[in-house]
């Protein structure tokens, strides 16, 4: 959940130096952005993964891992 909450706060800062400064240029902003969302996807599944305590399908957490860096 901290990891979770971690990659929100990421993003919504990339939202703020991406236009407000010249420290980021538009298309590594948005290549940033797409890999804190695409984490943050993961961390969601695996967070409701472990909330609501599922065991199947087994495959998901592996699923997750090798889809999120896509």
Do not use: C, Y
Request: no cysteine; proline share 9%.
């Amino acid at each position: 959940m901290g990891t979770l909450f971690l990659l929100i706060a990421v993003n919504a800062a990339l939202g703020v130096i991406g236009p407000w400064t010249e420290a980021l240029s538009i298309p590594i902003k948005n290549l940033l952005a797409d890999i804190v969302v695409s984490l943050g996807s993961a961390a969601l599944v695996m967070v409701f993964w472990v909330w609501f305590g599922l065991q199947r399908p087994p495959w998901l957490p592996r699923l997750t891992a090798g889809l999120a860096p896509h």
